[in-house]
């Protein structure tokens, strides 16, 4: 199978969630302690033998151009591992699809990755590493299970059957309504698809919330090129919401022998 060189970061959204601090900041570049979340979702392609990194950017970014201008310089044999970085624009918040086919040109006719820095996965193994390893030519979505009452926040996969990690797929529908949902496997930001999508992105029309939905592309194509669920290893947060980014914080912190104590004075309310 042809190996996975590239991948995509679409970072053009908008964060409302986090007005109004990511009104200056990219939403992407809220810490983790002493990284921004883009950060930790490059090292995590990095370790998973990644050689192109793809931004998808827009106004108001460019300070992750600026952080990444640093980080590179500071990875010595980044060039010479034959490795490059490169940003492309997305001029309107059109959605996840619409980000994703504005890497087209870079990304040209090969297998590709994608990932969002919302969601950080704490794991000793690259997960992104782990799906480009089982990539076998069908569309590759990792997933989750998430509570019931949350399904309409994510993509949720009609299950045919399962067999180890992966789940394959009948279909499956963006933020569907509880009563809608055919299971409560949720997709969460990575993927490994096809360079086909390209061409059902560019003739897909908006879906739900009018955006370009790139799980409606991958359902396009699930007679071609199937649609595989994996659930994989190690912790996730949704660092799209506060509860996320503190509970990741919580997490990363726990295991630092540094600020273990610090955590545990807080919780027993000493001064
Ligand atoms: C996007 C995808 C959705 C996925 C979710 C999880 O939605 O469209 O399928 O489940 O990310 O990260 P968003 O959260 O950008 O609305």
Do not use: W
């Not at 699930?222 to 509860?243: A, M, N, Q, W, Y």
């Not at 980014?245 to 022998?257: G, M, Q, T, Y």
């Amino acid at each position: 199978m042809e190996k996975i060189r590239k991948i995509v970061f679409p970072v053009g959204g908008l964060g409302t969630r986090f007005h109004p601090l990511t009104k200056v900041i990219p939403k992407e570049m809220l810490g983790l302690l002493d990284k921004p979340l883009i950060h930790y979702a490059f090292e995590e392609a990095l370790a998973a033998g990644v050689e192109e990194f793809v931004f998808v950017t827009r106004h108001g970014k460019n300070s992750i151009e600026d952080y990444f201008d640093y980080v590179i310089d500071n990875l010595p044999e980044f060039y010479t591992n034959k490795r490059g970085i490169c940003y492309v624009r997305q001029t309107k918040p059109l959605g996840l699809g619409h980000a994703v086919l504005c890497a087209k040109n870079v990304v040209n006719n090969e297998p590709f990755a994608v990932m969002s820095a919302d969601d950080f996965i704490c794991h000793h193994r690259s997960c992104i590493g782990d799906m480009m390893a089982s990539y076998n030519g069908k569309n590759m979505a990792a997933v989750i299970e998430v509570q019931r009452e949350d399904v309409s926040k994510y993509g949720i996969i009609d299950v045919d059957y399962e067999q180890d990690n992966f789940i394959i797929a009948k279909s499956v529908c963006e933020k569907p309504s509880i009563t809608d949902a055919k299971s409560n496997y949720g997709i969460v930001g990575r993927y490994v698809l096809s360079h086909e999508i390209f061409d059902v992105l560019s003739d897909l029309e908006p879906g739900i919330n009018g955006e370009i939905q790139l799980t409606d592309a991958m359902m396009q194509m699930i007679p071609t090129h199937g649609l595989v669920g994996f659930k994989f290893e190690g912790e996730r947060f949704d660092c799209g919401s506060k509860e996320g980014i503190l509970s990741a914080i919580l997490h990363i912190s726990s295991h630092n022998p540094e600020l273990q104590p610090i955590i545990k004075k807080f919780m027993s309310g000493e001064k």
